[in-house]
């Protein structure tokens, strides 16, 4: 692509890239639509870590019930599932490590993303690895708060 700037552009070239941005706004509406769902960022790391860029004690804080979209890059440590998974993502209530029904998920290697609706119960929770992944495969946890 031409560097912009390097040359004066001409009207039919100004028009194409106006053109360009209003179909960019109609094929991917999301960054237009007031009630998006909040994007997580997390790291399923190979030395059993889960890691949230910026944070060095990673919590996920949602709204109850707030629709999710969780992308996860998973990177293998030791071991794999016979299925292939290399990191699991379970959301338990912290109160008596219950399961949260639909957070449960598998990771295989690279990136992958899940849409996925906050837990209607406001409080703590804690996100575990279900893959014995490595020799810190216990230590693979999480904070998880939902707030009103
Ligand atoms: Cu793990």
Redesign the pocket.
Known sequence: MRLAGSRPISNAQRCGRMLAAILSLLVFPHSARPQSPQVIDVL?DHD?RYKIAGKADPVITVHAGEPVTLRITAIK?KNRNRDGSI??FALLRAKDRSRVPGWDLLLNPGAQEFVLTAPTEVGEYVVV?T?L??PD?EG?HMKFVVVP
């Open positions: 399923a059993s440590a990191h699991g690895c893959v992944c490595g495969h693979m």
